[in-house]
């Protein structure tokens, strides 16, 4: 069986990935930024979930994707289902690890930091984190996952380059929720697109 394709900005993305279960594409979207009315886009996101997380978000069934995109409850109710997700991240604009693990880092510092959940613990395993990025060097194409599985509250990072692969396991359940928040965090995600795009593709497969 052949799975499609879906092209974000040129980069094809499958429309399902089968870890423990198949994961349908179910949002995506672009981070960017605009320097002097010039777009510049950085990375290409594909957000796989598993069906069942439909059955987590019943509550919003009939409610159209453009009210889904502004309700950050709903964003908060499909981060904390307990199903599996995937995030896929290729890039577009070279960068250094460096740059992305800080990004990240203080993303999530922030909003742990807001939840009043940043200890010795958390701060820990955000600097594993940086250090894992640290040496590498994103060229056009390389390609970062999330896995994020049903049963733990823990996250496989993985890099991809020129046919290279490295991993590392991020157990800290708080800096692991917060990494899915930085991604699909409604209002505060870091890919307005891609919220929308989930918004609406939930919208619709809601109200199937």
């Not at 995109?69 to 904390?80: G, I, P, Q, R």
């Not at 992305?100 to 993303?107: I, M, P």
Request: a negative charge; hydrophobic letters at 40%.
């Amino acid at each position: 069986m052949t799975t499609e394709v879906v092209k974000v900005d040129e980069i094809p993305f499958p429309s399902q990935i089968t870890k423990a279960k198949p994961l349908n594409l179910l949002g995506h979207g672009i981070t960017d930024i605009e320097i002097h009315f010039l777009q510049i886009k950085f990375t290409a996101i594909g957000v796989y979930l598993d069906p069942e997380v439909l059955s987590h978000l019943q509550q919003w069934k009939g409610k159209a994707g453009s009210s889904l995109a502004e309700d950050d409850d709903f964003f908060e109710a499909l981060v904390s289902a307990p199903v599996e997700k995937l995030l896929r991240v290729v890039v577009i604009k070279e960068i250094k690890g460096s740059q992305y693990g800080v990004q990240l880092e203080s993303a999530v510092r922030d909003r742990l930091v807001d939840d009043d959940k940043y200890e010795d613990e958390e701060e820990a395993a955000l600097e594993k984190i940086v250090e894992f990025f640290q040496s590498k060097y994103f060229k056009k194409d390389t390609v970062i996952t999330f896995h994020f599985p049903a049963t733990a509250p823990t996250a496989e990072i993985a890099f991809e380059s020129e046919g290279k692969e490295s991993k590392i396991t991020v157990e800290n359940a708080n800096v692991v929720k917060m990494i899915k928040k930085w991604y699909l965090g409604g209002s505060r995600g870091v890919s307005a697109t891609t919220i929308s795009c989930l918004a609406n593709n939930l919208s619709a497969e809601l109200s199937k």
